[in-house]
């Protein structure tokens, strides 16, 4: 019982991670049906600013832990959305009106340039986030033990998703992003400036990808520039799972693939958990072809 | 101006063309393939240091047969695909021989190219058994091969007198071949193996695997991966509150396992390697330490891109030695004349099928300032 306790957090774990980045995928693909593959690097190019700040700014040296974590997150959100809106307007908005595949290729070209720029700026090393930023302290749930910062990095993944879900759906920004998303041409006849409202899905995909990868940062300490590559993998395959371009999809994708993960490497064998895994993502397009919860077309944000 | 201009950027191409071949007659070309980028580009950047800074060395001191020599460098990405055009490259560039590289798969792609162009080949890391098991004429590595550690890592798991033993790779080619070698040998003693898997490599979260491993209820655990993996296992299985001894293979000699790891997780990890130069006390490997230090103002990261260097050293040798730089004469020199070169790991020759010959593992442990310990 313990041992099953045990994997069912560690899978928690991994799968509020994997829905972070995954709710960038799916806001992008849900505006503009383009698979942003940058995204995992976005993600990465979030790990190092996160380091870069904290190490130059000497912010452990003042601030209680979670002020600096808080702060930190503040200024990587920022600066990845600000680095997000320049990779729109560079690789994506040119070929706008281009074939889509050709944006796809654009977004490859664009996830192989940040690989490379953040190996060229910080080197090939790997880099670590100082051992004790967090303090370690463990939580006894029902007699378990568990460490406090996976229950926060799974809080916050929940708490984004529920923020930005109020956000689509309660506010009239919302309602133009959702608008955008279902006919560009009728939402611009409406009166919606639909080069503002990619604009703003650029700001909110990239910066989670970000924030995720501080996150990734600060709980396993280590980093370096490829780290982008296995994670978008899995945070695309968790917004498929959960049904692309829907927001509660890819929160319950994201942490059905890190459960499906951790038990078919607990019960089964660790080398075939990947395979388990796609075999679960194939079974369930099988079954829906649009995801767990991806029917709802109309409403695909 | 403009007009100006451009014509003489035309005008120092074409001097830059026209003095390509002049320059290449005179120099002895010495092929480079290591992993400058991918997963594995600080191995390949320290290969290119060490490798750069020697021939700069011997250049000053008149290079080999009054000729210069140049390094050229291709990138084989830690990939085989990547390599195998980096191959073709380094082939079609007049080459005497080639260094690298490291990873056993990568090496692998590329063997039949060289062995085609007929050009000497001296792997740095890559010590998959099969690699000289192929009658390859032209391939000679400076680095064991993974029976050699394979009957290390048992020998050393039975000396400590450990009962149930857990092993675990990341299936590349090199660590399950450890895994398997070792595995093989122990089955034979009377110690039991608990557990036996593969982790994937490039991930962060190996606390699954840790809490099955801890199930399984191992007195040690044998690593047989790399050291970023080595890292997050130590640090995570600290966090799980676990305290079991971990040896790991030679791939996990590398000082960023201390730095991800963190020193008080790191504290009491074994690890396999042949010495690296810090801790030989010939001349060649001090002389080497402090050119290296003056040079690049570190020390040089792992044993596997020193190897790379005496890589360097031993063509070097063989140029000198048989007075030419055709290819067969070179092996034929390395192979039968060359007997226990001063090198930077200690002293090297060949035998026939081109793997180096003698002792060379030493047994590790990471102490609590983080240092990397020869145990006795």
């Not at chain 1, 529920?162 to 998303?181: E, H």
């Not at chain 2, 122990?186 to 039991?192: A, D, F, Y």
């Not at chain 2, 000699?253 to 504290?267: C, M, S, T, W």
Request: glycine share 10%; with cysteine; net charge neutral.
């Amino acid at each position: 019982m313990e041992f099953f306790f045990q994997q069912l957090t560690n899978g928690l774990a991994v799968g509020g991670i994997y829905a972070l980045i995954a709710l960038g995928y799916t806001m992008v693909y849900g505006v503009l049906k383009l698979i942003n593959f940058a995204h995992g690097d976005l993600f990465m190019i979030g790990a190092y600013l996160g380091l870069t700040l904290l190490t130059a700014l000497g912010l452990a040296d003042h601030l209680s832990p979670f002020g600096v974590i808080a702060l930190l997150a503040v200024m990587v959100l920022a600066l990845v959305a600000i680095l997000g809106v320049v990779l729109e307007r560079v690789a994506y908005r040119p070929l706008r009106q281009a074939h889509r595949l050709s944006a796809v290729v654009s977004a490859l070209g664009a996830s192989i340039f940040f690989q490379n720029i953040v190996m060229l700026i910080y080197g090939a090393k790997f880099h670590v986030y100082p051992h004790d930023l967090m303090p370690r302290t463990v939580v006894h749930i029902f007699g378990m033990p568990v460490p406090l910062i996976r229950i926060l990095i799974l809080l916050a993944s929940v708490v984004m998703m529920v923020g930005l879900y109020t956000f689509i759906q309660r506010t009239k920004v919302g309602t133009a992003i959702r608008a955008a998303a279902i006919d560009q041409g009728a939402a611009r006849l409406m009166g919606i400036n639909v080069d503002r409202v990619i604009a703003l899905v650029f700001v909110i995909g990239p910066a989670l990808g970000g924030v995720a990868g501080l996150m990734v940062g600060i709980y396993y300490g280590q980093i370096n520039f490829t780290m982008g590559w296995i994670y978008g993998l899995k945070a695309f395959t968790a917004a498929i799972l959960g049904g692309i371009g829907n927001i509660p999809g890819a929160m319950v994708g994201g942490l059905l693939l890190g459960l499906i993960e951790a038990f078919a490497a607990a019960y089964l064998s660790i080398a075939w958990k990947d395979a388990f895994a796609f075999c679960v993502l194939i079974l369930i397009l099988i079954v829906r072809p649009t995801g767990l919860l991806g029917e709802r077309v109309a409403e695909k944000v | 101006m403009g007009k100006r201009f451009i014509t003489s950027v035309a005008v120092v191409f074409a001097l830059l063309l026209c003095g390509q071949p002049v320059v290449a007659a005179d120099t002895v070309r010495v092929g480079l393939m290591a992993p400058l980028t991918g997963a594995w580009a600080s191995e390949g950047q320290d290969m290119k240091q060490i490798v750069e800074l020697l021939a700069e060395e011997l250049n000053n001191q008149g290079g080999l047969l009054g000729k210069q020599i140049e390094i050229i460098a291709e990138d084989d990405g830690g990939d085989p695909k990547t390599a195998s055009l980096a191959a073709q490259r380094l082939a079609n560039s007049d080459v005497v021989a080639v260094i690298g590289t490291y990873g056993s798969s990568i090496t692998e792609a590329s063997q039949a190219i060289y062995d085609e162009a007929k050009i000497l080949q001296v792997a740095n890391g890559s010590t998959a058994i099969r690699l000289s098991e192929k009658g390859l004429k032209y391939f000679l590595r400076t680095c064991p091969r993974d029976d050699e550690q394979g009957k290390v890592a048992a020998k050393t798991l039975m000396d400590m007198g450990f009962k149930k033993i857990a092993i675990l790779h990341d299936n590349t080619s090199y660590a399950k071949g450890l895994a398997d070698e070792a595995k093989g040998l122990l089955e034979k003693e009377p110690v039991e193996i608990v557990f036996y898997d593969a982790l994937t490599p490039g991930e962060r979260d190996y606390n699954t695997i840790l809490t099955k491993i801890k199930a399984a209820g191992p007195d040690v655990v044998l690593f047989t991966g790399y050291y970023p993996e080595a890292g997050l296992l130590m640090r995570q299985k600290m966090e799980m509150g676990w305290n079991v001894p971990f040896l790991g293979g030679d791939a996990t000699n590398n000082p960023d396992l201390v730095k991800i790891a963190g020193k008080q997780a790191a504290e009491g990890y074994y690890f396999l390697s042949p010495p690296v130069p810090q801790d030989l006390d010939s001349k060649a490997a001090k002389d080497f330490m402090s050119a290296f230090k003056q040079k690049y103002n570190a020390e040089p990261g792992s044993v596997w891109a020193v190897l790379a260097g005496d890589g360097f050293n031993v063509l070097a040798a063989a140029i000198k030695g048989s007075g030419s730089t055709d290819t067969e004469k070179m092996v034929a020199y390395l192979k039968t004349q060359l007997k226990d070169m001063p090198g930077l790991t200690g002293n090297i020759s060949f035998d026939e099928k081109g793997d180096r010959v003698g002792d060379l593992y030493r047994v590790y442990r990471v102490d609590a300032d983080g240092k990397f310990v020869l145990q006795p």
